[in-house]
């Protein structure tokens, strides 16, 4: 199901909420998301296509006789989509759901969709509590249908009850959340994050601008998604993830070390290593003990280089397949991104490196980046940290399995 991205089909249906439907369309995009806007014919008076279609770059969908489109429209969008949506539902779609009407587009996707459906109810209260609502959303639950809301609140009559659609966010992570399985569960995934520091003296260190927020986000997406984690962490302040195992480092010898110990000698003990680090490439030759003095006008500082832990750990495994690796690049060259991050794939043997131009790689919730595969460089375009880390475990989830079939 799907291309290289996620896509819904957001069903949006003849509501005063339906203003809100936009934002979660915005939402679903910037996750990194395609998203398939279908407007019922009563939608079309409560909301723009040309917003909708602005925000998501797709044509709104209205009627299932487009006599541009060749082929089935119903059965052409449920092959793209991974989710149905409606936002908002109203009591007549739900009605319509549960009854598999399928005379116009959004009832032919619900019955023809093969992934999960998701509605967000959106009502006066009395027509919410009125036992023929009640008796689809019964129905609908018992199809294996999810909810998210309504909540209690105002509602557009100024009166207020159970009725009021779910805020946008709550929809959007309803909507990731929905497909987020728990498809690493066994796995043994070990993530390295954040800078590595060389000391000069005790007082002073050679560093860099990582944050560490990307190898945090894949660390917590992994363990979401049930993968047991252990996150090998340069200087941070950031939290550690649930359920995920961290281990502290300072340096990259020590970086060296617990990547060792958790790969274990012949890299047994982990399905997958995603070195997220930004590793210093060299240390001082010689650390003070002693805090050094100020003196010369000019100084140099000799310095030795460090071990590559990435290409290490590619040259050990050689011809295998396991455990999956998966690198960064980070760079200021616009144009050679991809032919820099392409040779790192080589010269370390690696599955796919993640690049990023380095104007948006450090601090920033959000990342500019391009998946770079021995045959392909797919362009992800600007996503979430979180949304791209979960791109990252797609990728390395879809080699796992291909290692399971051989
Ligand atoms: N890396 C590593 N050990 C190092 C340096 C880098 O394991 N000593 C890893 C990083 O964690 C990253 C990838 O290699 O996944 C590329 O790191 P980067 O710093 O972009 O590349 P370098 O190999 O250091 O090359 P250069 O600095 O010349 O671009």
């Given at each position: 199901?799907?291309?290289?991205?996620?896509?819904?089909a957001?069903?949006?249906?003849?509501?005063?909420?339906?203003?809100?439907?936009?934002?979660?369309?915005?939402?679903?995009?910037?996750?990194?998301?395609?998203?398939?806007?279908?407007?019922?014919?009563?939608?079309?008076?409560?909301?723009?296509?040309?917003?909708?279609?602005?925000?998501?770059?797709?044509?709104?969908?209205?009627?299932?006789?487009?006599?541009?489109?060749?082929?089935?429209?119903?059965?052409?969008?449920?092959?793209?989509?991974?989710?149905?949506?409606?936002?908002?539902?109203?009591?007549?779609?739900?009605?319509?759901l549960?009854?598999?009407?399928?005379d116009?587009?959004?009832?032919a996707?619900?019955l023809?969709?093969?992934?999960?459906?998701?509605?967000?109810?959106?009502?006066?209260?009395?027509?919410?509590?009125?036992?023929?609502?009640?008796?689809?959303?019964?129905?609908?639950?018992?199809?294996?249908?999810?909810f998210?809301?309504?909540?209690?609140?105002?509602?557009?009559?100024?009166?207020?009850?159970?009725?009021?659609?779910?805020?946008?966010?709550?929809?959007?992570?309803?909507?990731?959340?929905?497909i987020r399985?728990r498809?690493?569960?066994?796995?043994?995934?070990?993530?390295?994050?954040?800078?590595?520091?060389e000391?000069?003296?005790?007082?002073?260190?050679?560093?860099?601008?990582?944050?560490?927020?990307?190898?945090?986000?894949i660390?917590?997406?992994?363990?979401?998604?049930?993968?047991?984690?252990?996150?090998?962490?340069?200087?941070?302040?950031?939290?550690?993830?649930?359920?995920?195992?961290?281990?502290?480092?300072?340096?990259?010898?020590?970086?060296e070390?617990?990547?060792?110990?958790a790969?274990?000698?012949?890299?047994?003990?982990?399905?997958?290593?995603?070195?997220?680090?930004?590793?210093?490439?060299?240390?001082?030759?010689?650390?003070?003990?002693?805090?050094?003095?100020?003196?010369?006008a000019?100084?140099?500082?000799?310095?030795?280089?460090?071990?590559?832990?990435?290409?290490?750990?590619?040259?050990?495994?050689?011809?295998?397949?396991?455990?999956?690796?998966?690198?960064?690049?980070?760079?200021?060259?616009?144009?050679?991104?991809?032919?820099?991050?392409r040779r790192?794939?080589?010269?370390?043997k690696?599955?796919?490196?993640?690049?990023?131009?380095?104007?948006?790689?450090?601090?920033?919730?959000s990342?500019?980046?391009?998946?770079v595969?021995?045959?392909?460089?797919?362009?992800?375009?600007?996503l979430?940290?979180?949304?791209?880390?979960?791109?990252?475990?797609?990728?390395?989830?879809?080699?796992?399995?291909?290692?399971?079939?051989?």
């Amino acid at each position: 199901m799907g291309g290289e991205k996620r896509a819904v089909a957001l069903v949006i249906s003849g509501s005063i909420a339906a203003y809100k439907a936009p934002m979660v369309a915005r939402l679903l995009v910037a996750a990194g998301w395609r998203v398939i806007p279908v407007m019922t014919a009563s939608a079309e008076r409560f909301v723009g296509s040309v917003t909708l279609s602005g925000l998501t770059g797709e044509a709104v969908r209205t009627t299932m006789w487009d006599s541009d489109f060749a082929g089935e429209m119903h059965v052409e969008i449920a092959r793209e989509v991974d989710v149905i949506a409606y936002v908002p539902a109203t009591a007549d779609v739900l009605a319509r759901l549960a009854t598999g009407r399928a005379d116009d587009l959004a009832g032919a996707l619900g019955l023809v969709g093969r992934g999960p459906r998701i509605v967000a109810p959106a009502m006066h209260p009395r027509m919410w509590h009125h036992a023929a609502t009640q008796r689809s959303v019964a129905q609908l639950i018992s199809d294996g249908v999810t909810f998210v809301g309504p909540i209690h609140g105002a509602v557009a009559s100024g009166e207020e009850g159970m009725g009021r659609m779910a805020e946008p966010e709550a929809i959007a992570n309803a909507i990731l959340g929905v497909i987020r399985v728990r498809d690493l569960e066994g796995r043994h995934l070990v993530v390295s994050a954040g800078p590595t520091v060389e000391d000069l003296d005790p007082v002073r260190f050679l560093g860099n601008r990582s944050t560490g927020k990307m190898g945090f986000a894949i660390a917590e997406a992994a363990a979401d998604r049930g993968a047991k984690v252990t996150l090998i962490a340069g200087p941070t302040h950031l939290a550690t993830p649930a359920m995920v195992k961290r281990v502290d480092v300072r340096s990259t010898v020590e970086m060296e070390r617990a990547i060792d110990e958790a790969l274990g000698s012949s890299l047994e003990e982990a399905d997958a290593l995603v070195m997220s680090a930004a590793v210093a490439d060299y240390r001082p030759a010689h650390v003070s003990a002693t805090k050094s003095k100020k003196g010369d006008a000019q100084i140099a500082i000799d310095l030795i280089k460090n071990p590559d832990l990435l290409a290490a750990v590619g040259a050990k495994r050689g011809a295998k397949q396991s455990p999956v690796l998966v690198g960064f690049a980070v760079e200021t060259s616009g144009e050679q991104l991809l032919a820099y991050a392409r040779r790192k794939l080589v010269d370390k043997k690696v599955d796919f490196v993640i690049a990023n131009p380095a104007e948006t790689a450090f601090a920033g919730e959000s990342n500019r980046a391009w998946l770079v595969t021995e045959s392909d460089d797919c362009d992800l375009g600007t996503l979430k940290k979180r949304a791209l880390a979960d791109r990252i475990l797609d990728e390395v989830g879809k080699r796992l399995l291909s290692q399971a079939g051989a």
